[in-house]
T-cell receptor, first 115, second 111 residues
Framework: GAVVSQHPSWVICKSGTSVKIECRSLDFQATTMFWYRQFPKQSLMLMATSNEGSKATYEQGVEKDKFLINHASLTLSTLTVTSAHPEDSSFYIC???????????FGSGTQLSVL | DAKTTQPNSMESNEEEPVHLPCNHSTISGTDYIHWYRQLPSQGPEYVIHGLTSNVNNRMASLAIAEDRKSSTLILHRATLRDAAVYYCISNSGGSNYKLTFGKGTLLTVNP
């Protein structure tokens, strides 16, 4: 089956620093990628949708200047959490969709802890 | 996208069938029904999806009511590895494709 690789699996950073999370589709071209955030014991919350070569579409309430998304190729999307603060600590999950297919493939997630 | 309603939790015994219900009474004619599951500290995993007809794959079966206002995910023989949160999602597909997750059903499988 299709594989989505997300890196790193976990990261600890100091408050005020920026963190980049990578999401790669290993064996298919992802026309659309999605970024989710999940707090403990809660469901996934969609943050943004990105299509290759165009600007990401952010969900209401998600700061686009704080969560920078780049989808420069059909196999790579990155999420950069800029000037991270402790309240940004969360489990971040990416997913990818191959064109025309009705299912999503998810990465294994990145646990971000901001001290 | 149609709102879905699922029980918060369910319990099953190993090697017995499990029927996970989902209500989506406001579903429209073009909305798909998707099921994903999430194990602790992992990203969700696709289980199955359908539109009108019942669907089977190696993981599960999806039974869709004739009026499409509800559906049931069927795990034919539960194993301990099936313990997870199961999400039922309905969306319109196509160019507006995105999946909005609800709270899901936490399935516990007893040995």
């Amino acid at each position: 089956g299709a594989v989505v690789s997300q890196h790193p699996s976990w990261v600890i950073c100091k408050s005020g620093t920026s963190v980049k999370i990578e999401c790669r589709s290993l064996d298919f071209q992802a026309t659309t990628m999605f970024w989710y955030r999940q707090f403990p014991k809660q469901s996934l919350m969609l943050m943004a949708t990105s299509n290759e070569g165009s600007k990401a579409t952010y969900e209401q309430g998600v700061e686009k200047d704080k969560f920078l998304i780049n989808h420069a190729s059909l196999t790579l999307s990155t999420l950069t959490v800029t000037s991270a603060h402790p309240e940004d600590s969360s489990f971040y999950i990416c997913s990818a969709r191959a064109g025309g297919r009705e299912k999503l493939f998810f990465g294994s997630g990145t646990q971000l802890s901001v001290l | 996208d149609a709102k879905t309603t699922q029980p918060n939790s369910m319990e099953s015994n190993e090697e017995e069938p499990v029927h996970l219900p989902c209500n989506h009474s406001t579903i429209s004619g073009t909305d798909y029904i998707h099921w994903y599951r999430q194990l602790p500290s992992q990203g969700p995993e696709y289980v199955i999806h359908g539109l009108t007809s019942n669907v089977n794959n190696r993981m599960a079966s999806l039974a869709i009511a004739e009026d499409r206002k509800s559906s049931t995910l069927i795990l034919h023989r539960a194993t301990l590895r099936d313990a997870a949160v199961y999400y039922c999602i309905s969306n319109s597909g196509g160019s507006n494709y995105k999946l909005t997750f609800g709270k899901g059903t936490l399935l516990t499988v007893n040995p």
